[in-house]
């Protein structure tokens, strides 16, 4: 059983950065895809980026993502982190990480998920 916790999550103004982290147990992740997507009230959950077991990256296109967010993965410590910055309000959702056997935009080949962290922006 894999259990992935994320951390990292706050209260930040607009123009700020945050560091989210996902831990990972129960399992070597290095073999495997890592993914983040994230999830708005009242909206569905979207793909954010992902990266694969050699580091591999894709982001989402939208020009809310790309350019100012950045996936990295550490395979000794078993952890995925989302480095993001230029925060916008629009970016206020909770962040969830997920693993799976490859990189996809595609929440359904992600196996397990984490339980989420929020990320508030304020203007």
């Known amino acids: 059983q894999v259990r992935l916790v994320e951390s990292g999550g706050g209260l930040v103004q607009a123009g700020g950065s945050l560091r989210l982290s996902c831990a990972a147990s129960?399992?070597?992740?290095?073999?495997?895809?890592m993914g983040w997507f994230r999830q708005a009230p009242g909206k569905e959950r979207e793909f954010v980026a992902t990266?694969?077991?050699?580091?591999?990256?894709?982001?989402a296109e939208a020009e809310s993502v790309k350019g100012r967010f950045t996936i990295s993965r550490d395979n000794a410590k078993n952890t995925v982190y989302l480095q993001m910055n230029s925060l916008k309000p629009e970016d206020t959702a909770v962040y969830y990480c997920?693993?799976?056997?490859?990189?996809?935009?595609?929440?359904?080949?992600?196996?397990?998920w984490g339980q989420g962290t929020q990320v508030t922006v304020s203007s």
């Open positions: 997920a693993v799976g056997p490859t990189v996809s935009m595609n929440s359904r080949n992600y196996g397990y």
């Open positions: 129960g399992r070597t992740l290095s073999g495997y895809a």
């Open positions: 990266i694969s077991n050699s580091g591999y990256t894709y982001y």
